[in-house]
């Protein structure tokens, strides 16, 4: 028996995007409020649901939620926020403590995993055995929840309101890492890995280890470059070079490869012009001149980095 | 033609080139990357759904977050975050974004996000710099000051990127959790965080280094800037 499985707490963050859903619904005064409150409302039922509806039902709603964010039709409705004098206040009476919940999350998430770990419950889990840290951190997200209720003295409607703000704000990019992820699944089932794997193996002399290394951290840097997002890099070259060269072919460790592979995304999301909201728009926001000086300032680390990175993957990515 | 499967690809680069909506782009770079490798639009779809619905986890955690930190934010968390980078004061323009770097990252790194370009760089963060350079070199030329900002931003960024990676409820560690799951390889949340630590701490290498030579490059402009204004009555 699991206590508190996977599903159960699919079904606790559907009733919150249904509340997300009911704000904007409520809201006369959101423009969108139809697209908005349809999004939230239909990817409710895909969490509460997912298991019980039909794949290509999910599918179809998927096409739905994209044209719904590509028309503009979802967006946060207005609501006044709390004011800087009352947040102010609030700061000073409660000091340090406002960090205790905040805190908690990732606390309560190590501590529960390292307990369920070492501590045999007989029949009964804590946790979803397939997924203990996912589990523990929706856990630990339950208890911060209930300390920050008791240290700031709300009650929890006001905690729902304000998450379905934050949610509000996100917007439809939330969904994003969980489309990619399906993305990358789409093309791993459509062969790409196998075309990218041949091209790059007839281009270098992968057969060396540290070619494999470095030729995917770079293809992740230069990748990302293009498109923008390191997420986006991630499946594409993962698929393609990682785990057929560097997985299979040498051995590699994949969590270790995948990891800093990322992360060599990151080196290339510094560096270009296409991640916007990163590297443009903080230069306009500073009222730089020159739009591209955020990028100049952090084209030393990011390069740095990169080959830092390339030499942490060769060093450990066989050995451990 | 086997080349023709990286038609997803493609869609992906050109749609990012062109600012159309990341959802709609993704959505169509799978659904065209499934008809050419042979599937019926229904077979596509059915596949989107099942890899959509498996990968439900990543948004999960985020949702499970946003009351409590939501909450805490209306009480105050960004102020009082605020008040901890407000005790670098008195220090150099380099100092004052290291420490800003420092608190980043590491709040990061445990799921906590306060920051950001508009939320703590423009307000707090490049003031304070420029303000910390004006105190001690006096005016600063143009140029120093858009350096400072910039290294502020660029402290921002660096912060985030290489801090959240070692916290394991973000989409970076769980999108590549479920990039494996579909490939049926197991690999434990924990050690993709815990491999991202050598890099972290690089990174904050890196930025200490690139403060460090922000500081004389203030020092050397200013006094470049001095001189230049002494020879103009003459």
């Known amino acids: 028996m699991t206590l508190l499985s996977l599903d159960v707490l699919y079904v606790i963050a559907g009733l919150m995007l249904t509340f997300v859903a009911a704000r904007s619904a409520r809201n006369f005064t959101h423009r969108h409020c139809i697209g908005t ?33 590509a ?23 409660l000091g340090n403590r406002i960090f205790i919940p905040a805190l908690a999350i990732p606390a309560t998430a190590v501590l529960s995993t390292l307990i369920v770990t070492w501590i045999p419950l007989g029949k009964v889990q804590l946790f979803d055995p397939k997924n203990p840290t996912l589990a523990a951190l929706g856990f630990g997200a339950i208890v911060a929840l209930v300390l920050g209720l008791c240290i700031t003295r709300s009650r929890p409607v006001i905690a729902l309101n304000e998450g379905s703000r934050l949610i509000h704000t996100i917007g439809w990019a939330l969904l994003l890492p969980q489309l990619l992820a399906a993305l990358g699944g789409i093309f791993a089932k459509a062969g790409l890995g196998k075309v990218i794997a041949d091209v790059v193996e007839t281009a270098f002399p992968t057969q060396y280890p540290f070619v494999a290394v470095a030729v995917y951290c770079l293809g992740m840097a230069l990748f990302t470059i293009c498109l923008g997002n390191a997420f986006a890099a991630f499946p594409v070259i993962t698929l393609g070079i990682g785990l057929p060269i560097v997985v299979h072919r040498h051995g590699g460790n994949p969590a270790i490869m995948a990891a800093l592979g990322m992360l060599s995304g990151y080196c290339g999301t510094l560096l270009t012009p296409m991640a916007a909201n990163f590297n443009l728009v903080p230069a306009i926001l500073l009222e730089l001149r020159d739009q591209n000086a955020v990028i100049k300032a952090q084209a030393p680390i990011a390069v740095v980095l990169l080959l830092a990175n390339i030499l942490i993957l060769y060093l450990c990515v066989f050995r451990f | 033609m086997i080349y023709l ?37 229904y077979e596509v779809l059915e596949l989107f759904g099942k ?9 999960l955690a985020v949702v499970l977050i946003t009351p409590v930190i939501g909450l805490l934010e209306r009480n105050g968390l960004r102020e009082r975050a605020e008040a901890l980078i407000r005790r670098a004061r008195g220090a150099t323009a380099g100092t004052v974004i290291r420490y800003y770097c420092a608190i980043r990252q590491i709040s990061a790194a445990l799921g906590i996000n ?18 910390a350079a004006h105190a001690k070199h006096g005016a600063l030329p143009t140029k120093t000051t858009e350096a ?11 912060g985030n990127f290489f801090g959240e990676d070692v916290f394991i409820a973000v989409g970076a560690v769980l999108l590549m959790k479920g990039f494996f799951d579909t490939q049926k390889i197991t690999v434990s949340v924990w050690s993709l965080a815990l491999w991202g630590i050598p890099t972290a701490i690089t990174a904050f290498a890196l930025m200490a280094w690139r403060t460090r030579v ?12 001095n001189e230049e204004r002494k020879e103009e009555p003459t």
């Open chain 1, 71 to 93: 028309a503009k039709q979802v967006d946060a409705p207005s609501e006044p926020p709390v004011s800087a004098e009352k947040r102010s206040a609030a700061a000073d009476r």
């Open chain 2, 148 to 158: 400072i900002r910039a290294h502020a931003a660029a402290a921002e960024n660096v």
């Open chain 2, 5 to 41: 499967n990286l038609i997803g690809i493609l869609v992906i680069a050109v749609g990012f080139a062109c600012r159309i909506n990341t959802l709609l782009v993704v959505t169509v770079a799978g659904i065209l990357t499934g008809l050419v490798s042979g599937m019926s639009l």
């Open chain 2, 214 to 225: 922000l500081d004389r490059r203030i020092s050397r402009e200013v006094g470049v800037a």
């Open chain 2, 114 to 131: 306060i920051g950001g370009h508009a939320g703590a760089v423009r307000p707090i963060v490049a003031p304070m710099a420029e303000g």
């Open chain 1, 37 to 69: 409150t349809s999004f939230w409302g239909a990817l409710a039922v895909i969490f509460i649901f997912g298991n019980l509806l039909p794949a290509v039902v999910v599918g179809a709603i998927l096409v739905w939620l994209a044209v719904l964010a």
């Open chain 2, 51 to 59: 890899l959509f619905v498996e990968n439900r986890y990543m948004t």
